[in-house]
C-alpha cells in the first residue's frame, strides 16, 4: 500500500466552480497500480500525529509533483517569479517525510517532491533556474512538458531502476541546490540535478523528472518492491487484535 500526498485547492467540475478539492493527476496512482502497488492518497491534515497514524497503515510514500515550496521553509526570501505555495501541504508533507524517516520507510519524491525532500532534509533549492541557467526550458509550456536529456551515475539505486542515458519529461523552474544526507546520481545538460537517492539500505530516491507521464516504470517499480519488502518483515497482527479492529 503506497500513501500519495495529494494537492488541496479550488477546482471546478460539472457545474461546480472553485470548490476546494484534494486532487491529484491520475498518473500517480495508475503507475502505483502498474507496478502492483495499492495506491492510497494522503490529502493534507493538520497535525504530525495524522501523519504517524497515516504511516503506521501505508509500506512506501509517494510525495508527488506540484506548486512551488514557501521558499520561508528553507530560509530564503521570496524570488518574484515564486508566487504560489501551500502552506498546508508544505507541511503535511514535511511530517510525512519527517515520519517516514523515523519509520524507515520507503519513499519516491517526484519534481516539487525531490525537492521537498531536500527541504525536509535541511537542503535548500534554486528558486528560478532562468536567473542561473539564461533559459526557461525545463519549465516546458503551460500544461506540458519539456524533453530534458538525462545522464544518470553509473552506480547506485537509480541506476539499477532506469536507463543510464534517457530523455524525460519536465516541467519545473526549481531545482535542488543543497541536499544533505542525500547523493546526486544524475544531471542534465546544464548541470541541473535530475535525480537523487540517499546511502544505505533504505529506499529513498527522488526524480525532478515526471515519470508517471512516461512509459518508464523503473522508480515506481522500484517503490513498489522495497515496500513490498518492509511489508514482509512487518510483524503480524494477532487475531485477537484484528478481531478488536473490525
Not at 111 to 123: F, I, K, N
Not at 159 to 167: D, H, I, Q, S
Not at 194 to 217: I, K, L, N, S, Y
Amino acid at each position: 500500500m503506497i500513501g500519495i500526498s495529494t494537492y488541496r485547492q479550488p477546482a471546478d467540475w460539472g457545474d461546480w466552480r472553485q470548490v476546494c478539492t484534494d486532487l491529484l493527476p491520475a498518473d500517480y496512482a495508475l503507475s502505483i497500480e502498474r507496478a502492483g502497488g495499492v495506491p492510497v492518497l494522503l490529502p493534507p491534515h493538520g497535525s504530525p500525529k495524522g501523519a504517524k497514524i497515516a504511516l503506521g497503515r501505508i509500506d512506501g510514500l509517494l510525495i508527488a509533483g506540484g506548486a512551488d515550496i514557501n521558499p520561508a521553509r528553507y530560509g530564503r526570501d521570496r524570488h518574484p517569479h515564486v508566487k504560489i505555495w501551500y502552506d498546508d501541504r508544505d507541511a503535511w508533507e514535511l511530517w510525512l517525510l519527517a515520519e517516514a524517516d523515523r519509520e524507515r520507510l520507503p519513499v519516491l519524491g517526484i519534481c516539487r517532491g525531490m525537492q521537498m525532500m531536500a527541504v525536509a532534509a535541511g537542503g535548500s533549492l534554486l528558486q528560478h533556474l532562468p536567473d542561473v541557467l539564461g533559459h526557461a526550458r525545463h519549465a516546458g509550456a503551460p500544461g506540458g512538458y519539456s524533453s530534458t536529456e538525462v545522464t544518470v551515475d553509473g552506480e547506485g539505486r537509480v541506476a539499477e531502476l532506469v536507463a543510464r542515458r534517457l530523455t524525460v519529461p519536465s516541467h519545473h523552474h526549481q531545482a535542488v541546490e543543497e541536499h544533505p544526507g542525500f547523493r546526486v546520481v544524475a544531471r542534465d545538460g546544464d548541470g541541473v540535478a535530475q535525480a537523487m537517492e540517499a546511502d544505505g539500505e533504505r529506499f529513498a530516491v527522488g526524480v525532478q523528472w515526471h515519470p508517471e507521464t512516461a512509459a518508464d516504470m523503473g522508480v515506481f517499480e522500484g517503490l513498489v518492491a522495497a515496500a513490498r519488502e518492509r511489508a514482509a518483515r512487518r510483524p503480524a497482527v494477532p487475531k485477537a487484535d484484528q478481531a478488536g479492529r473490525g
